[in-house]
């Protein structure tokens, strides 16, 4: 079995029912699924961890959320090598750079040497029709199906 931590960021809700789907649909993997909000760790909590999916929703014109901005910076401080990663998060297309924040953690998860082993998943505000939740699930099994002991 293996430990995967879903860390996210939420201010309006949108993000957290993304964590919350993808959580839901990693049940028929058996894997421990563990979900904390980024405002409440330390980077160092991510260690114990297999795999990691961290969440973001993007806050004005492309910028992290005030937040995540301790937890980005403090992510340089760790050496994620062995570690599979992928990065969700919620946006809105009014937006010239949506859902920019996956982009960034994607980029920060690599210079931690994590395998980044889905591309982002980029939702606008919420997944509520069918295909956005498919699109969801499909990311989710992809990853939890990656994530061995």
């Not at 409440?40 to 993007?58: F, K, N, Q, R, W």
């Not at 980029?107 to 982002?120: P, S, T």
Request: aromatic share 10%; proline share 4%; net charge negative.
């Amino acid at each position: 079995m293996a430990k995967i931590i879903i860390a996210f960021a939420s201010m309006s809700g949108n993000t957290e029912e993304i964590a919350d789907l993808l959580k839901e649909s990693m049940g028929p993997f058996n894997h421990q699924i563990d979900m904390m909000e980024i405002e409440h760790m330390e980077v160092e909590d991510l260690l114990p961890y297999d795999g990691i999916l961290i969440g973001s929703y993007t806050w004005g014109d492309g910028d992290l959320p005030y937040e995540t901005e301790d937890f980005y910076e403090d992510l340089l401080t760790l050496d994620l090598t062995g570690k599979r990663a992928a990065v969700f998060g919620s946006g809105d297309r009014a937006y010239p750079k949506f859902c920019a924040a996956v982009d960034l953690f994607e980029d920060r998860l690599k210079e931690c040497n994590a395998d980044i082993i889905q591309n982002g998943l980029k939702v606008e505000f919420t997944p509520d029709t069918p295909a956005e939740i498919d699109r969801c699930v499909d990311f989710v099994v992809s990853f939890a199906s990656q994530i061995e002991v």
